[in-house]
């Protein structure tokens, strides 16, 4: 795996995601047309493991190259033909309070429910942070005061990369799954460690693989997953 991490995002001009994950029903389906499959693709390029996306309709007709109309026609559709599913509102669902938009999930699998899909999602990525609990950062100009050497730093953030890097390789080596090295699994390898050491990290990682291996689930695509399984501090 090569040790450049690769862009994504508006930030970065680039895509949100390596590729597109669409339904082959949807792709047989020759009543979809071809813009309205276009845009169709866009959204199932910013769409989870689990088929969750939410970019508005201003970036869908702008990344299709199509008009706003043909936008809502096409969710219209799509929707109606049960390719598409509007799970939250104007953070009507709790799972996403933080989006202000329409939150769709992609159909995958019509057999699995939308709550089995939130608990596959809890298991890979934690709740998603309130404002509230978003510690006060510095304001533009100051310095946060840390106990932390230079060097202490360097040592800790090249540890993290190396952990996150490990757990993207294994799942490839053991399960055959690309994971990306990004910003996200860097900050989850980051919150692990400091309850974890490098070895209980390991150890409990090869373990969550062999368990996925035999009942033939998918790994999550970061190390997030271990926090949930923490003892909850009494202090």
């Known amino acids: 795996m090569p040790d450049d991490q690769p862009s994504f995002g508006e ?12 339904p082959s029903g949807a792709v047989m389906d020759l009543e979809i047309t071809d813009k309205e499959m276009r845009v169709f693709a866009v959204l199932c390029s910013y769409a989870n493991n689990q088929g969750f996306a939410y970019p508005n309709q201003k970036t869908l007709w702008k990344k299709a190259g199509c008009h706003v109309d043909t936008v809502r026609k096409a969710i219209k559709k799509l929707k109606k033909k049960k390719y598409i599913q509007v799970v939250s509102k104007y953070r009507s669902h709790p799972k996403w309070r933080h989006v202000m938009g329409n939150v769709y999930r992609v159909v995958y699998d019509q057999r699995l429910t939308q709550d089995d899909l939130v608990d596959a999602m809890d298991r890979e990525d934690p709740p998603a942070i309130e404002e509230k609990d978003i510690p006060e950062q510095p304001v533009k100009g100051e310095v946060a005061v840390s106990n932390q050497s230079s060097e202490e730093r360097a040592r800790d953030v090249k ?5 996150a890097k490990w757990w993207a390789m294994r799942c490839g080596e053991r399960l055959g799954q690309f994971k990306i090295i990004d910003l996200r699994a860097n900050e989850q390898a980051e919150a692990v460690l400091k309850v974890m050491t490098v070895d209980q ?6 373990q969550y693989l062999t ?23 009494l202090d």
Not at 11 to 22: E, T, V
Not at 201 to 206: A, D, F, I
Request: charged share 30%; aromatic share 6%.
């Open 11 to 22: 930030a970065n001009n680039a895509p949100p995601s390596f590729y597109s994950r669409i």
């Open 201 to 206: 990290v390991k150890e409990k990682g090869e």
């Open 159 to 163: 540890v993290i990369k190396e952990v």
């Open 211 to 233: 368990e996925c291996r035999q009942l033939r689930r998918p790994a999550p695509d970061h190390l997030g997953f271990m926090l949930r399984d923490l003892p909850v501090s």
